[in-house]
């Protein structure tokens, strides 16, 4: 996977308007060329925020790399520990 373009990512389905025809329990509602990207999620703002976002892009990077399961990588921690940044990629299940 050492091709892979790093692409800042902080979005929540609430920030992508959805298709008249969208349906959230099938769908993300977007996939960007994310085959060949891995996504870097950095907390800004709230935690239920940051968790929309992980959760969002890991649906996002699994639907564009089918057979391929989503992981979360290159943690930065805080003085606290608590987590502030990750990179989101794909990797073949086992």
Same mark, same amino acid.
């Given at each position: 996977?050492?091709?892979?373009?790093?692409?800042?990512?902080? %979005?929540?389905?609430?920030d !992508? @308007? &959805?298709?008249?025809?969208?349906? @959230?329990? +099938?769908?993300?509602? %977007? *996939? @960007?060329?994310m085959?060949?990207?891995? /996504?870097? *999620?950095?907390?800004? $703002?709230? $935690?239920? +925020?940051?968790? +929309?976002?992980?959760? /969002? &892009?890991?649906?996002?990077?699994e639907?564009?790399? @089918?057979?391929? *399961? &989503?992981?979360?990588?290159?943690?930065?921690l805080?003085?606290? $520990?608590?987590?502030?940044?990750?990179? !989101?990629?794909?990797?073949?299940?086992?």
């Amino acid at each position: 996977m050492s091709n892979r373009q790093l692409i800042e990512f902080n %979005l929540t389905r609430e920030d !992508i @308007p &959805a298709r008249p025809d969208f349906n @959230p329990s +099938r769908e993300t509602p %977007l *996939v @960007p060329a994310m085959e060949h990207q891995d /996504l870097r *999620v950095t907390r800004n $703002g709230d $935690g239920a +925020r940051f968790m +929309r976002v992980i959760i /969002l &892009a890991c649906q996002m990077i699994e639907r564009a790399n @089918p057979g391929r *399961v &989503a992981v979360m990588t290159d943690h930065v921690l805080n003085d606290a $520990g608590d987590v502030e940044a990750m990179t !989101i990629t794909v990797i073949e299940p086992r």
